[in-house]
T-cell receptor, first 113, second 110 residues
Framework: DTAVSQTPKYLVTQMGNDKSIKCEQNLGHDTMYWYKQDSKKFLKIMFS???????INETVPNRFSPKSPDKAHLNLHINSLELGDSAVYFC????????????FGSGTRLTVV | DQQVKQNSPSLSVQEGRISILNCDYT??????FLWYKKYPAEGPTFLISISSIKDKNEDGRFTVFLNKSAKHLSLHIVPSQPGDSAVYFCAASGDDKIIFGKGTRLHILP
């Protein structure tokens, strides 16, 4: 009965590969997000989707492509992985604006070797 | 360009005493401020928030204070308990997104 679930939890892959991280929420929220926590521990927003529509697209390389098949899912596909992509990626969801806070998944630790 | 700054990377407090975590921000257009708590290998969890039109919000042991003129907010935890040991992120809401600080690691000492 996890509210926001991400898979996989850990991902180790070689440079140049393409990988996907999946996220699902069962809270009935209408907005979903991807955040990246880098080695300096900053949590930075990458994308947000509201009802399957892209709302926010921060300055992220176009190797990163989010896909939202429905409002309960927001997947992140990354092409041609680079060493600098190593980070923890958090999915989150929210309802009724940001004032109620986000519910985060437990994160996916991506290591590119 | 950090819009939300937490200048103390870590803080140690004796159990039972008050923990005070500080946060500064630069954008006066933020409309809400939030605190999140994060345990290792878990995602951040929402703790407490405050509207930009208020100066204090209290929820049990947790109180957030906002000083708009100083662009400063703080989280008070009293009394501090062992389970409060975690990383605390200050965050600010505006333009349909939340911007996070770098976090402060709180250690509650027995």
């Amino acid at each position: 009965d996890t509210a926001v679930s991400q898979t996989p939890k850990y991902l180790v892959t070689q440079m140049g590969n393409d990988k996907s991280i999946k996220c699902e929420q069962n809270l009935g929220h209408d907005t979903m997000y991807w955040y990246k926590q880098d080695s300096k521990k900053f949590l930075k927003i990458m994308f947000s989707y509201n009802n399957k529509e892209l709302i926010i697209n921060e300055t992220v390389p176009n190797r990163f492509s989010p896909k939202s098949p429905d409002k309960a899912h927001l997947n992140l596909h990354i092409n041609s992985l680079e060493l600098g992509d190593s980070a923890v990626y958090f999915c989150a969801s929210s309802q009724a604006g940001t004032t109620y806070g986000y519910t985060f998944g437990s994160g996916t630790r991506l290591t590119v070797v | 360009d950090q819009q939300v700054k937490q200048n103390s990377p870590s803080l140690s407090v004796q159990e039972g005493r008050i923990s005070i975590l500080n946060c500064d921000y630069t954008n006066s257009m933020f409309d809400y401020f939030l605190w999140y708590k994060k345990y290792p290998a878990e995602g951040p969890t929402f703790l407490i928030s405050i509207s930009s039109i208020k100066d204090k919000n209290e929820d049990g042991r947790f109180t957030v204070f906002l000083n708009k003129s100083a662009k400063h907010l703080s989280l008070h935890i009293v009394p501090s308990q062992p389970g409060d040991s975690a990383v605390y992120f200050c965050a600010a809401s505006g333009d349909d997104k939340i911007i996070f600080g770098k976090g402060t690691r709180l250690h509650i000492l027995p």
